[in-house]
Structure formats: C-alpha cells, structure tokens
C-alpha cells in the first residue's frame, strides 16, 4: 500500500495540529482565490512574536513563489487607523489573518509544552500481553542494569539519568539483546523529559523515531516533514526550533536493526540535507552520520553495535543492558503479583535466572498469574512455549482456526517478517489468520493518517516473532523443513565469516553481518524445540511431531561453526547447546576445544547460568576466558576450579576470586590463573594483575598518577590472605590520596609502602620502582628484609642514586647475610649461602650498636634504634602509616573502624587520623571513633568536647604514649586549657597531658578504653578549621546538582566524613581556615543565581560525633561545571575568613597517545632483534594474551601460537603475525615485552655490559 503523502503517526488523528487547524478554518483547505491560496502556505521568514517579548524569524520549510511584497502590502493596509476594506473578501483575508498570527503567538515555549502533553499521554501506556488492554508504564517500568564501557576495556554501571551527562559525548548507543527493555528505556527518556527530569532537561526537544514504523513509509521526504509525522508538531514549529537550537535537540532512533540497509542508502546519506527529499531510511542514515544537524545528540538502540558503529558521527558513548540483577527481579515481581509468586519463581534457579532478561521476567511475571509454572522449564524455549500453550488454552477457544492452523499462520507470518526485516504488518498481509484482531500474540496498532485511521498488527513483542519462525520451521513436512534450516544455518554461517573480515568503511558485508545476527534467535529457539523432553506438553496438547532430521542438522552445524568461529560467536555456541540440553553432545563439542574465550564483553546473568551448565558437562576444561562481574563470578565459581588454565577480567577482587586463587596455589586442577584488574579508582596505586603459577600469586600494581617517578611494583606472595590484605591497603591509600596526597612526596609514599610490607606474612618476592635511594628508604628496606623472614629477593629499579647510599647499603646487608648486585639501573638483593635469622640480624646489631658511628650520609645501624619515649614526645618524628579499614555489618556502613598491625617498636602516626601511637613492642591496634555523651562530663567542671572520642584497644598492650590531635590556635589566654577525658569501667577521669605541641596532646598510658580530647567551655580563642565539600548525586527526581558545605574543627577525620557521606562526591580543595566558635558564618556563592540555605549559620565547635550534617546547602544548575566559594564572618562586617575559590564540578578526562615517532623506533627494535627474540623470550602467551585482550591479533593465530612447541616456535609464529599487524601492533608487542622481560630489552637496546662494580651506577 502506497503511503498518502497526509500520513501521520500520532496517536489520535483528531489531535494533530494539521487536524485542528483544518478544522477551525475550513476554508483554508479549498482556496478560492490568490489570497486564499497565499495563506495556505508560510512565505519565506515571517516575524513570530514569542510569548517572552521578543522576535524570532520563522524559517519556511522550502522557498514558495510568493513574494514579501504582498504580504507587506496587506501588513500596510491593516495598520491604517480607520480604514475599512471595501472589499468583503479582503476582510474576511484579514481576519483569518490575525486568527493564524494569534495561533503564533502562543510562543514556542508553548509549543513544546504542548508537545510534551501529548507525548504523556502516548507512552503513559503500554499493552498486557495477557488481557491486550493498557497498563501503566510507570507501574510496569524496572530500571535494567546499563554499564557503560571505559577506554580501558572496563565496564561501569551508569543509571539512565547519567546517560546524557557524559561530558563530551553526543552520541549513545545503546545495545541489548532481544528483550533487554531497549525501547521500554526509549519511551522511560521520552516521559522523563516530557515530566521535566533533571537527567534530560537539557535537551529543548526530544524526538522518538520507532525504526519499524518509518519502514511503512515509501514515499520520500525531507527530515523536517519526516519528524512532523512521528510527533504532535507541524513541520513549521519543528523548522523554528531546530534553527534555534539543534545542540538542543535529541534524536532517539530505536530499533536500528529496522532499518534496510545497503550500499545504496549508504551512499546516498553522504548527499543529504535537512531540505532535500529522500527515504526515510536515507534521512536516518544522514542523521547518524552528521551529515544533517551535526551538533544534536543521538541516543540509538540496537541489538548490534558494530555495523551503527561505523556510520556515527564521532566518537560515541557505548552502553549495553545487562538486564536484571536479583534485586531488580524482586522489585519487578512486587509491582505486580503477591510476593508469595516471587518466591515460587526463585525456588525454581533455572526460572529466576531466566528473569535476569527483563522480556522473560514480564512473561513469567503473567504466565504465575494464571497457575504455577511446571519444573520442567529448564530453558528460555521452554518458558516461551509454556507460555504459548497457556495462552493457547485461555484464549484461543473460540477462534475459526483449529490450533495448528493457526500456529503454522502465525509461523509464515513470523518467518517473513524475518527475512525482510519487517515487524509491521498491515491487514491485507494477514490474509492466511483468519482473525488476527482476537490472535493473542498479536497486538493491534491504530495508525491516524491525517484524516483517516488504518490498522496493522505487530506480534506481541519481537522474540515472539522469532519462536513463531522456528516453530513454522519445526512444523513443516521433513523436507521442507531440511531445506528451510539449511539456508538458515547457511544465512548465519555466511555473516559468521565476514564478521571475522576487518572493514575500515560501511561495506556490503556488514548488511550481511546484521542480517545474520538477527537470525540467530532462530536458531536458539530451534536447537530448543527440537528436544520434546523439556516441552512434552507443548506438542501433546498441540498434537504435532518434530522431524529428527531438524536436530541432526543443528548438531553438525554447532559441531563445525565450534571449531572454525569459536572466538567471535563462542557465546552464542554456547546458548544453543544450553537450549538442545543434552549433556553428552555438550560435552563432546567442548572436550574438542583447547580455548574458550568470553573475554570480550561482560557476561549477563543469564550468560552465566548457560556457561555453568556446559562447564559441567564437560570432563576436562583446559582454557577458558571469561570478563565477568563479581556478581555473577559466585555462581561459576565451583565450575572454575575445575579448568586447567583460567584468565578472567573482573572489576575487583571478592571473596569468590579467593576461592579460585587458593584452589591455583594448591595447583591440584587448575594450576594457572590470571586475573586482569579492571577497577581504576584514580588513586596512588592501582592493582592491574593478579596471577598464580606454581603456587606462587604474582599481584602487579601500578600507579595511576602520571608522573616521572610513577610508582610500579611487583609482590610475590604465597598466601592469598595476603594478597587481599594489599589490595585492601591500597584502596586505603586512595582514599587517603584523595585530600592529603599534595602533603606527601613520593619518597613517603615508597616508604609507607615497605612499612606495610613489614606486617605480611607469606611474602616472597618484591620488585619496587622508587624515584631516589636515600637513607630513610635505605633504612626501611633493612627493616623490611629483617622483619620479614619468608622474603628471598628484593629488587629496585631506581631513577637516581649516589654511589655511596648503594656502597652503605651493600655493607649493611652483607653483614645481615645478603648480597647486592647492581645492573644498570637495578639493584637485585638475595639472600647469600648462609641466611640469618630475624634473631640472629638483631643480636649481630645489638653487638654492633655502640661501634657504628651515626652518619647522614649512610645507612648506619644506630639509626636503626628505637628512641626512649622521653626522646619520643614530639609527633613529627613519628613514621606514618595507613591503617587497614575494616568491614562492619550493613547497620555500621557509616563507621570506620581503622586496624594497624606494628610489626616492631617505634612512635607510629595514623595518616586518616592524626593519632600517634608510641609503641615498645608488636602489636594489633583497633580504634574507631564513637559518638561524645556530653553528660558524662559533669563531673569534671566547665569542660566541653575539644575533639573526636576515640575507642583504643591493643590486645598485646604495648602502647606506652597516646597522641591527640587538636585544632587549638595557642594564645596566652588558652595555653593550659586542654585535657584527655578518659572512660574505663563507666568510670571517667580527667589525664592532663605529658606534653603538648602546636598539633597534639601527649600523655601517658598504661591501659586502653575511650579517649577524648577535652577543654573549658568559656575558652573564646579561635580554631583550626577545615571546609569540607561534597556534591550529592543528581538524580532522575531533582532538578538541581546539590553542594554540601560542611564547616568541620580542624582534627575531625576526613575519612569519617566521608564514610558518612559515601553516596556523595567528595570535592577535593585548600580547606582550612580559622573560625571562632559561637560566631555567626554565612556562605557567598557565584553565580548569584544559587540559591544558599541557610542564609547565615553559627558555627559551633562541638561536631565531634558520627553524624556529619552539612553547615549550609548549595542549589545549582545541572550544567553548571564550576563555582566560586568563600566563608564570611557575620559578625565582623562579612569578612572573608575563608576566601572566595573556584570550585570544579567536573573533571576532565586525561589521556595521551603515544607519539608517532616512538612507535617507529619499537618497529625497528622488532626487526632489528628478531633472532635474538626468538631465541631468548621466554614470556611467549603472556604477550600473546596481553594482544589478544585488545584484539591485535586473530583468535585464530592465538590459537595456533599457543599449540605451537617448543617456546622458539611459538615466538616465531608470533613474530610472523606481528608483520601483518603493522607499527602499532609492534609497538604493544615491545610495550609488553619491556614489561615482562625489562632486563632483555636493556641489554638488546645497549648491548651487554659489566656492572658488577657498583661504581657504574651512576645519578644522571
């Protein structure tokens, strides 16, 4: 049917603006004379009053042959005084006249709210697959988990209201799988911005172009008329506003795989403008590819991404749907049934994973509704064919078709539908149902031409369309049945292999691809429905057989695409053995593989739940590479320990990781691991690898500071215990770095680091980057290899160093037995023959005390010694550590609790804290801070809260000295005026201080409790204090990005409050200032137009507990990036006691690309050292697996690399790939290969040297 040229896709025809213009002015549409005809059309600008106060030019959609002359004419003739027309008809033009300039003055304000009403009205709805009638999208609506993919390759969970706050991007694709919920999010955007949600408030104008629905039109178009078809504007409103502001506008085009796609379209859309008549497919495609309105935003759904990929413009944002989580299902489940259904539905495993995919949940979801669901269901064709018979059976009674009928109907409709990518259908098409309106699997859609409705049908959702098509696959006689799945298997097979081709450019092979991909649900559904044991019922009830013929045809083909595509497709392979649910063929197809590898995206829930199940029909499992989440890693985790070789990419490390990395050490099964870490949290240090051989766990950290002095390092470790302890205190040192990084040079960080080290057990090996060797470095790593008894070698890569810090060095391990050797910039330490004791080394220094002189120059043993605490009674000379935070149950989320492990006498500063504990021996320390009860200081006169109230506990009782930070500023008023409250017993007494400094309270202990600075209550001297500042998460409900400003003393732990405040961004700046306690404060802040609340505060220096509320709040704009912000004291005539600042909202990314010319020289290192690189890299597969992770060499030659024996072959075939992957390949090959072999890469770069005198070890 050919499309008439007033067709229009809004909901009700009556409520088109073209439909209500024509009919306030009927005369308008039979024009009578010139006037008349004049007025039908808008001349080329017309001056529009906006409702604001000024003008606007109306643009023309296209030049007309009328002139301005006329219309100044009668514009002229109108604005006389009291001339009347003599002419009836001129008096009737000029009424209708002022009636179309009143319709424009409604302003374009106006037009778009009233676009938005009837955009409420279009998707407040959507259809019950059980009654066909209309439900609440709002009830109906989940949010689905969406994760964001990083250029590191890591994926990140993003909610739908931060999609289109990605600073930079202006284009989003979104991908999901069918079901996934991608149009159910399309419409949840649309109903956002038409609510005035803060996450798409930006946009002035948000269009819904449904790719099926464009497809009905065959007539061509310009992009201006095209959108005034899908939306309630007339093309004159829209041409006004996209001339305005397009960098206003977004565009969601959903359901891109709609689209017809050839080389033609293609071509055409490079030719394309917003005025020039096309297809709708061609205006689509222009779209995507900039080629009209290049500064608006697009948000594209589709089932695939890399052919979308290549036509949009830039570089875009891209998102998947991995569906629901258990949480989500849950919530989904509640929406709509008695919470009793929910857990019939999770007592079934099979039946809640496949809830993890939002189309299933909402079938289950209906199909609970009308009785509980058999335990037969074990796959995803099953649910659908359960829920089929149940509709079959409440529903289609009173049909003129007998089932079958109607089943092989529904069958050749679906399978055409298939083949030429339609999903609607018009009623002349549905002539082989006899009753299509009361079908249950269709849905009725009215479409309102301008002044005429027709109707078509759609099948109830997509998936649907694909189970009818293999269901009429199924049913069919044998031999047509045979010949209809093999040109279908041979349809897919042929996009398997030109998916494996590489395409700079759109090509006739990626329309083949998509096709392809689209068809593999058919397959699915095939490999299901061939096994009747898990679908008895459906074929009993329904009376049909299916063809054994069907089944042998899909084992050979999975056997064979098994071997020869089993990199880029493996995922699906592995979804339709799940669905044939035969163990004995799964087992046999992967026992055949050396590799399986799902390294390249995420696994879903439901993904996961398909690989347990092969897994465990599998003997042996040699390799296999997976990217998963912590989430899903529990439910694979037995499998796993069953592979041989295992490689995974997760976003931290959890308990489950654990498991796996204990089963590797005992090596009885799987024997190598390598876990890839993806969690960058921007700090200090970042963990980048975690791998185990020989039962040896290798933890490679690196910094994510770019600096010269970067810190890199290499722990060999023997427990896995301890390799969380690191990871642990990691994540400690960038929560530290966040606000006190700038106080600490690197050297401080190297040090604090092999403190740590000192308190591990199971330490092996340790391979440390450190920017300078000086005494105090020197010094802790004798401490180090002291302490630490499981320690065999210690190496340094050094930047700079002075000969006599290496020879004082060299002496002093020589005399704890053990060697240094130096070799180039390393130094490698080992212990020699004869290995002391930890005893042995401290009795060898005790004897040589008095002898060894102290000296600044050298390392000396006297400076080893512990001081006396008298020595000890100022803080500075403590050595900070970073204490491990411990996990608490859920109800103490918003508590620390810090632990400190002191591996030897010493006076120790707590870098979250500013607590200095003076330490005689070992020992475990606790402390947290606990919440002040002021009543309890009655007893004790006129004393009020000076600080935090902390409770202590050190089993081994070895802290001698307590150190409290306080915030005083001394004057000769308050030099006496602080005390300790100490709490023991639920007695309190009053400790005065042995000593206090300008930064702590000292006193004397002898046992530990609760302790807390105090002070007299009339004490009027200011304090130190701190501005802390936290931004709230923006979310779908407000309008407004919200700033916490919280006036805080000066000795109230950062990290307390930010733990307290863990939803919210902690905004890093110079924070302290000087404030008088009981004075008012008030907060100026520009841009005038943010609102502060409230107006002035009075700041009261008893904010010592565990509930952090915010001195005053900052309402601003959702695109406001940065702010300027300052302190006033009220109370002196607004004096800025913290001057004004600007504050960044946002931060920019950071990232560089390594210059040409580098990778020139990488290039020549490869060909130049060939021979010697076959001969002597010994790291081959983790080179190998080090391309293969970024796709720079073929699953295929990986695969051939790692069977080839000996080593030499294997780097030989390697080499041979790199030719043909250019200098960039060469350049990660030589990246990869100086990180693992750095010694080989020095001394092929500048040849073999002799450096065993420590003389050559020179400082630049």
């Not at 049917?1 to 024509?22: G, L, Q």
């Not at 093309?235 to 891109?256: A, C, M, N, T």
């Not at 995919?357 to 064709?381: E, M, Q, Y």
Request: glycine content about 4%.
């Amino acid at each position: 049917m050919e499309v008439p040229d007033d067709f229009n896709f809004s909901d009700r025809a009556v409520d088109s603006p073209e439909y209500k213009r024509r009919r306030k002015y009927p005369e308008l549409q039979k024009p009578t004379d010139g006037h008349e005809k004049h007025l039908a059309l808008l001349p080329p600008t017309v001056p529009l009053k906006i409702s604001h106060g000024f003008k606007k030019n109306l643009p023309a959609l296209e030049e007309t042959p009328h002139s301005l002359s006329r219309m100044t004419e009668l514009t002229t003739q109108t604005s006389g005084a009291d001339e009347k027309p003599s002419d009836p008809s001129e008096l009737k033009y000029r009424k209708r006249q002022r009636e179309i300039y009143e319709k424009q003055d409604m302003g374009a304000e106006e037009i778009v709210q009233q676009y938005k009403l009837s955009v409420k009205k279009k998707y407040e709805s959507v259809l019950s697959f059980l009654c066909g009638e209309q439900e609440s999208f709002s009830a109906l609506y989940t949010a689905p988990v969406i994760v964001q993919k990083n250029a590191n390759g890591s994926f990140k969970n993003i909610c739908l209201s931060e999609l289109f706050q990605l600073y930079g991007l202006i284009t989003i694709i979104l991908q999901g799988d069918s079901g996934s919920g991608k149009t159910i999010i399309a419409q949840k955007i649309m109903l956002d911005w038409a609510s005035d949600a803060v996450s798409v408030r930006r946009f002035k104008l948000v269009f819904y172009l449904k790719c099926e629905e464009l497809m009905c039109i065959s007539e061509e178009m310009n992009l201006i008329q095209l959108l005034s078809y899908t939306c309630s504007l007339t093309s004159e409103e829209i041409s006004q506003i996209l001339q305005q502001s397009p960098e206003k506008v977004l565009f969601i085009i959903d359901g891109f795989d709609e689209l017809r796609l050839t080389q033609d379209i293609y071509d055409m859309s490079a030719h394309t403008n917003p005025l020039q008549k096309a297809p709708p497919e061609v205006i689509l495609f222009a779209l995507l590819r900039g080629r009209i309105l290049p500064k608006s935003f697009l948000l594209v759904t589709t089932k695939t991404k890399d052919t979308v990929n290549k036509l949009l413009k830039g570089q875009p944002c891209f998102t998947e749907i991995m569906g629901f989580y258990e949480k989500e299902v849950e919530k989904y489940f509640q929406k709509f049934i008695f919470i009793k259904a929910y857990y019939s539905v999770i007592a079934n495993e099979t039946l809640f994973t496949a809830c993890s995919i939002p189309i299933i949940c909402r079938i289950i979801s209906d199909r609970v509704k009308l009785g509980a669901v058999t335990n037969k269901v074990k796959t995803t064709t099953s649910i659908y064919a359960d829920f089929v018979s149940t509709l079959l059976e409440h529903h289609c009674q009173g049909l003129s078709q007998s089932v079958p009928t109607l089943l092989r109907s529904l069958g050749q409709l679906a399978e055409r539908g298939m083949l030429e990518q339609q999903v609607l259908f018009d009623e002349k098409g549905l002539h082989e149902i006899s009753d299509p309106a009361y079908s249950p699997f269709l849905s009725r859609l009215l479409f309102k031409r301008r002044i005429w409705q027709e109707t078509m049908f759609s099948f109830m959702h997509y998936s649907f369309q694909e189970f009818f098509t293999a269901l009429f696959y199924v049913l069919l006689d044998e031999e047509e049945s045979q010949e209809k799945v093999k040109e279908l298997l041979h349809t897919v097979e042929r996009g398997c292999v030109f998916s494996s081709w590489t395409y700079g450019d759109f090509s006739t092979a990626d329309v083949e691809v998509r096709h392809a991909k689209l068809l593999q649900p058919v397959i699915l559904f095939l490999c299901g429905l061939c096994k009747k044991k898990w679908i008895p019922s459906f074929f009993e009830k329904l009376n049909m057989a299916v063809s054994i013929s069907v089944e042998t045809q899909l084992k050979e083909w999975i056997n064979q695409c098994s071997q020869r595509y089993q990199n880029e497709h493996m995922l699906f392979i592995l979804h339709c053995l799940y669905e044939l649910h035969e163990k004995s063929f799964v087992g046999k197809v992967l026992d055949g593989l050396f590799l399986i590898d799902l390294s390249n995206t995420p696994l879903k829930m439901a993904d996961c739940w398909v690989l347990k199940y092969c897994l465990k029909c599998c003997e042996h499992i040699r390799n296999l590479k997976l990217h998963v989440t912590s989430d899903n890693l529990k439910m694979l985790q037995p499998e796993l320990s069953r592979c041989k070789e295992l490689w995974l990419m997760m976003d931290h490390i959890s308990d489950d990781v654990v498991c796996l990395i204990t089963a590797a050490g005992e090596g009885k099964i799987l024997h190598k691991l390598i876990i890839k870490l993806l969690e960058n949290s921007g700090g200090v240090f970042c963990p980048e690898t975690v791998s185990v051989k020989n039962k040896d766990i290798t933890l490679s950290v690196c910094s994510s500071v770019v600096t010269e002095t970067s810190l890199k390092t290499e722990f060999t470790l023997t427990c896995p215990n301890t390799l969380i302890s690191i990871i642990k205190w990691v994540k400690t040192q960038n929560e530290r770095a966040m606000y006190s990084y700038s106080y600490f040079g690197l050297e401080e960080e190297e040090i604090r680091l092999l403190m740590f080290l000192k308190s591990l057990s199971g330490l092996k090996k340790v391979c440390l980057q450190v920017s300078n060797l000086t005494n105090k470095l020197a010094k802790n790593i004798l401490y180090l290899i002291q302490d630490c008894p499981s320690l065999t070698e210690f190496s340094l890569n050094i930047r700079k160093s002075i000969l006599v810090q290496i020879q004082s060095l060299m002496e002093k391990l020589k005399q704890m037995g053990w060697t240094l050797t130096v070799w180039r910039t390393s130094l490698f330490i080992q212990p020699d023959v004869e290995r002391f004791t930890k005893v042995e080394v401290k009795t060898k220094r005790e004897m040589k005390e008095s002898k060894v002189g102290e000296s600044s120059d050298s390392v000396s043993y006297s400076s080893l010694k512990v001081e006396s605490p008298t020595e000890q009674s100022f803080s500075e000379n403590a050595e900070v550590f970073t204490p491990e935070l411990i996990q608490r149950g859920d109800e103490d989320k918003h508590k620390n609790t810090y632990r400190f492990l002191c591996a030897h006498a010493g006076q120790f500063q707590c870098s979250l804290t500013n607590l200095v504990f003076v330490m005689e021996g070992e020992g475990k320390i606790l402390y947290n801070i606990v919440s002040w009860d002021p009543r309890l200081l009655d007893g004790l006169g006129q004393m009020k809260p000076a600080g935090p109230l902390y409770n202590i506990d050190c089993a081994a009782g070895s802290v001698s000295q307590l150190h409290l930070p306080h915030c005083e500023i001394f004057t000769e008023k308050n030099t006496d005026g602080l005390a300790v409250a100490h709490f023991t017993g639920g007695n309190i007494e009053m400790i005065q201080p042995f000593n206090v400094t300008k930064s702590h309270v000292i006193i004397d202990i002898k046992d530990l409790s609760i302790f807390g600075l105090i002070k007299k209550i009339f004490s009027g001297s200011p304090i130190v204090a701190q501005v802390l500042l936290f931004l709230r998460p923006v979310t779908v409900e407000q309008e407004q990005k919200i700033l916490n400003v919280h006036l805080l003393p000066g000795n109230v732990p950062v990290s307390e409050v930010q733990c307290y405040h863990q939803d919210k961004t902690y905004i890093e700046t110079s924070s302290q200032c000087h404030l008088f306690p009981g004075r008012q404060y008030s907060l100026c802040c520009q841009p005038e137009k943010c609102e502060v609340q409230p107006m002035s505060e009075i700041f009261e220096c008893n904010n010592f507990g565990q509930n952090h509320h915010p001195t005053f709040e900052v309402f601003l704009d959702v695109n406001i990036k940065e702010v300027r912000l300052g302190v006033l004291d009220k109370s002196v005539d607004g004096t800025e006691v913290w001057n004004r600042r600007r504050i960044l909202l946002t931060a920019p990314s950071q990232g560089l690309e390594p210059p040409a010319q580098r990778r020139i020289t990488e290039t020549e290192f490869v060909n130049k050292h060939r021979d010697k690189l076959i001969e002597r890299v010994s790291s081959v597969m983790t080179i190998a697996d080090g391309l293969r992770t970024k796709d720079m060499i073929p699953g295929e030659m990986y695969s051939k690399v790692h069977a080839a024996e000996p080593r030499q072959e294997k780097m030989r075939l390697l080499l041979d790939i790199l030719e043909s992957g250019g200098a960039a390949v060469k350049a990660e090959f030589y990246r990869l290969l100086k990180k693992n072999e750095p010694h080989l890469v020095d001394e092929l770069e500048s040849g073999p040297a002799d450096y065993s005198n420590a003389e050559k070890f020179q400082s630049d």
